[in-house]
């Protein structure tokens, strides 16, 4: 991923406040991106800040054919608030792979883009999926913790490794790190405890 904005910029909060602030309020709906909002993650990935900003066609194409693979949450008006894209590697389908996340300024530090990443891999885990891979910027801090809490919250080793160099990527770019998570085992966990059978 490119270097992430560690700004704290949206309202701030503990991650205790996930609960509070996002799902029992109803404020955030989830679900999977359609092709009629490629242009609103399209904005939101320049809003965003220190993304590597795709075309437009990029992101419209990825809601039609990577939906299934994919979390948007919307608030009560049915703006984007954030997304999350990614993919099964094809040549590993065990492996959920994420491509970019991305929370609008105003919605930062209320846990959700781990509650997007909750809703992601619970879907993809009962698919088969037993690893999250994704890579992230030596300085993007906010990026970095998302996963180690992530990490965490599962009981699954993460490990770190470059995956693309500087020389590789060009242009000023920092290496891309990439980070591994898992094997999950055990029952998914939702926010709110296991998943029932
Ligand atoms: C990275 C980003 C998606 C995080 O979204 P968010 O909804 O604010 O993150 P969350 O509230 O779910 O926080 C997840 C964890 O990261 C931590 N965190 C979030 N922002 C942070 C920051 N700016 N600095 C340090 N830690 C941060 C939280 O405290 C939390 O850790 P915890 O579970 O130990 O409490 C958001 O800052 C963003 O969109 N940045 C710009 C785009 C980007 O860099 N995307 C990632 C690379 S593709």
């Known amino acids: 991923m490119p270097s992430g904005d560690a700004s704290d910029r949206g309202p701030q909060g503990p991650a205790t406040q996930v609960k509070e602030a996002i799902d029992p309020s109803g404020d955030l709906s989830f679900g999977s991106p ?14 965003a800040g220190n993304l590597d900003v795709n075309s437009r066609y990029a992101y419209l194409l990825w809601c039609r054919d990577f939906a299934a693979t994919s979390v948007v949450a919307r608030d009560l008006r049915g703006a984007v608030a954030g997304f999350i894209t990614g993919y099964r590697r094809p040549e590993a389908p065990d492996v959920y792979f994420v491509w970019q996340v991305a929370v609008a300024p105003g919605f930062r530090r209320r846990g959700l883009a781990r509650t997007m990443l909750d809703h992601a891999v619970l879907r993809m885990r009962s698919n088969g999926v037993r690893y999250v891979e994704t890579t992230v910027t030596p300085e993007n801090k906010a990026s970095m913790r998302l996963f180690e809490s992530f990490a965490e919250a599962n009981g699954a080793d993460l490990t770190r490794d470059v995956l693309f160099s500087e020389r590789e990527l060009g242009s000023g770019h920092e290496s891309e790190v990439l980070h591994r998570i898992g094997p999950f085992t055990g029952p998914a966990r939702t926010l709110d405890g296991p998943l029932p059978d």
């Open 34 to 47: 359609t092709p009629a909002e490629g242009t609103d993650l399209w904005n939101l990935a320049r809003e």
